[in-house]
Each structure stands twice: as C-alpha cells, then as structure tokens.
C-alpha cells in the first residue's frame, strides 16, 4: 500500500510499505479516505530530524475512513461503518479516560504519525496519511459517523472535527466563550480560523480575528467573525481591540499560534480578570511563551489551553456538523491525490496565497 513517511529535514515522499494487520484483539484496519496535513506537522516537516522522527516513519494524525477489518474484542464497531479517528489513542477504561482526559491516557501517549517516543502499542508508527492505519483501542479511538454524514460530500467537514475544530473549540472553551462574550482570536491560520468558528458557535457577541493574510480572514469572516484585524504591529492591534471593547480589553482571548510575540499580544488584548488560551504548538521547537507575570498576577489573568484533547470533543462536534450548527470545511483550500503529499507540504509551509490547508485523498 501507499504511505506518506518522513525521510528527513523537507523531505516527504509516498512509498509503498506492508499494509498493516490486527496486532491486538482491540484493534481495527481503518482504510483511509481523507486525511489532513496539520500545521503541527509542519514542525517535524522542518525539523524532524532534530526532533527525533527517524527515517521512514509514516506521518499524519487527522484522517477519516472505512473500518474494513475489527479484532475479536472490538464490540462497538465492524466493517463498513464509517469512522473519524482521534489524533491520539485511549484505551477508554484508565481513571484519565473515564474523566475525559483521552490525551494523557495512562496507557501511554500515542499520536497517530508521531515519533516512537509516544506510541507503545507493538508494530510501527502508524500515520494517517497512508491507504490503510492500524487503530488501537478501536472502540474509544475511532468514532462513528452517523448515517446521515456518510456520504463523501461530507468529508471536508468532518475531518477537521478531528484536531483543528477540535483544538479550536478546546480554545474557545477554555477561554470561557458563553453567549454574548467578546472573543479575541490570535491567528489566521486553521486552527485559529477554528477558533472564530467555535466562538461564533458558543453565541459570543464579537468575535475578533487578529492576522495578516487577507484570504484567510476572509475566511474567518465566513466562518463567524465580526472583525477582523490585519496587522503586524502589536500596539496597532492592541489600540484596535480596545477601542472594540470600551478600553477594557476581551474577557476570552484564544492564540492559536503561541510563541513569544503572539502570547505578549494576548496579554496586551486580555481584560482584568480574562482568561488566554494557548493553544499552539510553537514551544514544541523551543519558541517558549513570554508571559509577564507581574501583570498576570496584578490583573488576575488566567492561562488556559493546552494539548488537542483526544476525542473529548469529537462526538459533540460531529452531531453539530449533523445539525447544521457548524461547518468549518472551509479551512481546506486545497484537496490533492496521496501521491501529491510532498507538494502538499510544501504549499502549506510556504503560506503561499489562497493557501490554508490541505487535504489528502488516498
């Protein structure tokens, strides 16, 4: 079969391997219909090899599918039922699953497509960007599509259901979204484009998407904003959203991209006694939050968000994709054949125009 594997710094290629088989009596073979390029995959694109991601290992957390085969333990699940898988695995029955907690599920993490380090489940890293995934856990990792969404015509909305909607509406509810709130999101890329979504979803009054790329935040108009910021300059947005807020600043502000200079921007447009949620990555390749601590304290802000929460969200975004609460298909601006993955990765690095995300059809 066909599989998207890391072979080095930029260097993505599709190569046929095994296909993949039941290793454990609670696994399932998914084939893959649609899967997504994430902008987290972006760092191991760059940097892989710095940040430990051997030579060969398949790639890609957000994909979509067909259950074509089901271990002897799997109760919930058979072939031909039509599944969105989690990013990352849970067993369902830890003290952490039981919680909600899916992401830190004492059986060890493990993210489809991420480096030996996190996947303790026998057998190669499995990546979602390939023709066949092997799922652990099957039952609580993959969740069901109700009939009513099975077609491929809705496949470009589910799929972000997976992780950016995911992590987006993660932002928005730990940010403290309600009804009538001011939302502030940082960034216009799919996450926060997910982001405005799910605060316009939640019935925030404003919603203000702060970035640089007009394509995009046209998008994030469509998707529920009511302003949109284009700017670079940290003071100039700061001003702006003031003024949108009687001078006092959001009570919820979400950066979806969250290295030094776009947290500092958070905390410039947060309100006394506000909530920032972080929830990008970009510590993850060492650009660390910078977060002044004397204001924190002064003003009472919390600093909120955090990792993709597994499947914690997933069901309850999938049933209002079904009532038509939300559709945020449109972050994929692209839709290319598996064997166009390495174009694919390099469209979505260069942030060239009209650009936002991709999707892979095997």
Same mark, same amino acid.
């Given at each position: 079969m066909r599989a998207t594997r890391f072979h080095g710094d930029r260097d993505i290629r599709v190569d046929h391997v095994p296909e993949p088989t039941i290793e454990r009596s609670t696994d399932a073979l998914v084939q893959v219909t649609l899967a997504g390029i994430c902008g987290s995959d972006l760092h191991f694109y760059r940097a892989g090899e710095s940040l430990g991601f051997p030579a060969g290992e398949r790639v890609g957390h957000e994909f979509m599918g067909t259950v074509v085969a089901v271990g002897p333990d799997v109760r919930g699940l058979a072939a031909g039922d039509r599944v969105v898988a989690s990013p990352s695995v849970a067993c369902g029955e830890c003290e952490l699953c039981r919680e909600g907690i899916f992401y830190a599920c004492a059986q060890g993490l493990g993210f489809f497509g991420f480096s030996p380090a996190f996947w303790h489940y026998g057998g190669e890293v499995q990546g979602g960007q390939s023709e066949l995934v092997r799922v652990p856990f099957a039952? +609580? +990792?993959l969740i069901p599509v109700p009939q009513s969404l099975a077609? #491929? %015509? @809705? %496949? =470009? =909305? &589910? &799929? #972000?259901t997976i992780d950016v909607m995911n992590t987006g509406w993660h932002g928005a509810t730990t940010a403290g979204v309600s009804p009538g709130a001011v939302a502030v999101v940082i960034g216009d890329g799919a996450v926060g484009l997910c982001s405005v979504h799910a605060s316009a979803a939640m019935g925030a009054d404003q919603v203000i998407c702060i970035g640089h790329h007009e394509d995009r935040l046209s998008v994030a108009e469509r998707l529920g904003a009511t302003t949109v910021i284009s700017s670079r300059d940290g003071e100039e947005v700061r001003e702006r959203v003031r003024e949108l807020t009687r001078g006092q600043g959001a009570p919820a502000v979400i950066a979806s991209v969250s290295g030094a200079g776009p947290l500092a921007l958070a905390q410039g447009c947060v309100r006394a006694g506000g909530v920032i949620s972080c929830i990008g990555m970009d510590q993850v390749v060492g650009e660390q939050p910078q977060i002044d601590w004397m204001d924190q304290f002064l003003r009472n802000i919390t600093i909120s968000g955090g990792l993709v929460p597994g499947r914690r969200h997933v069901p309850d975004l999938i049933a209002l994709v079904e009532g038509g609460k939300i559709d945020p298909s449109p972050v994929?601006? @692209?839709? &290319?054949p598996l064997e166009r993955a390495p174009e694919g990765y390099r469209l979505m690095e260069e942030r060239a125009d009209g650009v936002i995300k991709v999707a892979l059809a095997p």
């Open positions: 039952d +609580t +990792t077609g #491929p %015509e @809705h %496949e =470009a =909305a &589910l &799929l #972000p994929f601006s @692209h839709r &290319l």
